[in-house]
């Protein structure tokens, strides 16, 4: 009986069966670190859609900025506002786990253009990000 | 005997029990990693959403700064080369339509944009097109190319005009003159030179009489009658009457302006010294017509005024 019953089951020894689990454990351990992988980018997305409409805002603040100076006296004027070293307002101001800087450059240039930037950047586990949009703008009201 | 039997039936249960985990998570894994690609797709999307539309703000500004009156490249017939993100940037097309195109914009200064101004009618149309990507001539092939259109029109406010000139009643000795009794039927006034362009937008005269006059305002070149005006006389007082269109005087014209004197009816005269300037406008000399003829009077006097005619002068 025993002997009917080891000879049937040859194939199983202890080594095979190690191997079959390691097998089944390295596809499983793969399976999974791509799926944390997979929700640490979806991580990445929502902060990257967090991080344009911030660095969206920090454009627009400036534009605003330059239709204040240029429309209405009192709040400065285009020259004032061209040589506005850093934008005052986001001094990085901290949203939460975001940092905006907001500057303008003027390098070669035109007296009445400007090059504004905004740049958003955050940190998450694989590492810092950063997101940055710029627009020039002119002082063309009349 | 019934321990083997037991192993028998139950044989392959680990196959199967390792190929339904596996298969399962496997599935989690993919529509996982597919989620998170679409959502990294959306949030590049937006990045370049943005990249093409502030290109596109870029060139309507552009298109926006020199349109105004200070440059005003758009309604010159030989455009200069005009100048924004710190390069000189060629017109394309012919007047009244231009297009051109603005490359290394955006914060990689791969963005370009194309802009079109068409300036045919009253209203400006400005069409910018942005693009995150683009090479000099603003072309690329690349899938990842977003487009992002900006259209505007507006209407350019007409630049204010100057003050108001009258250089005949603003001269001193212009308008307190002598009477003339019983001169004749014919237009009297004088011949003047605009040294501004600008529009003349009123016609003036002093008659003794207060009978109805017609103040008419000729091309000193061909003696066409660009404008007139039917005016009351108020016994020596100054009357003017408002053109409905205004006319639009070129630097360096001549034109004249007279007011016909009718029949039996007495007029002003009086000694001054022409020509000279006031204000915009150089006062040449008096002109005096012939008998009866509402024509351009083409007859000169330096030294006498006679009329009393004068005009509304506004540079613009």
Known sequence: MIKLFKQKNRAFTLVETLIALSIFSVSIIAMMSILGGGIAN??????????????????????NMRDNAVLYTGSGNWTSFRNTPYISYPTPVDFIGFTREVWLDKSG??????????????TQGSGPFSITFSENLFNWVE | MMNIKKIKKNKGFVLLFVIVISSIILAITLSIMNISLKEIKFGTSARDTNDAFFAADTGAECA??????????????????????????????????????????????????KVTVNKSSSTTAIISKGYNLGDASCLSSSTNRVERELQMTFVASSPPLGPVENPCRNYNSCGAGSLATNPGPFNQGYKFTVNKNGVI??????????????????????GSVLASVDINGNTGMWVSGNLTTPVSVISGHSYVVA??????????????????????????????????????????????????????????
């Open chain 2, 64 to 113: 926006l700064f020199n349109d105004k009156s200070t440059v005003n490249a758009f309604t010159n017939p030989s455009p200069p080369t005009i100048t924004c993100n710190g390069s000189s940037v060629v017109l394309n097309g012919t007047s009244p339509i231009w297009n051109f195109v603005l490359s290394g914009l955006g914060s990689g200064g791969q963005g370009c944009a």
């Open chain 2, 201 to 222: 937008n009123a016609l003036w005269a002093k008659t003794p009489d207060n009978l109805t006059h017609t103040v008419r305002l000729y091309d000193n070149v061909d």
């Open chain 1, 42 to 63: 979806t991580n990445y997305a929502k902060n990257k859609m967090t991080a344009s409409y911030l660095a969206q805002e920090g454009i627009e603040y400036v534009r």
């Open chain 1, 109 to 122: 240039l035109g007296p009445d253009e400007v090059k504004i930037f905004s740049t958003v950047s955050w």
């Open chain 2, 259 to 316: 007011v016909r004197i009718t029949i039996g009816n007495s007029s002003y005269y009086e000694p001054v010294s022409m020509p000279f300037t006031a204000g915009n406008i150089t006062v040449n000399e008096s002109r005096l017509g012939t008998w009866g003829s509402d024509a351009i009077p083409t007859s000169v006097n330096v030294t006498y005024m006679y009329g009393i005619a004068d005009i509304t002068f506004q540079t613009n």
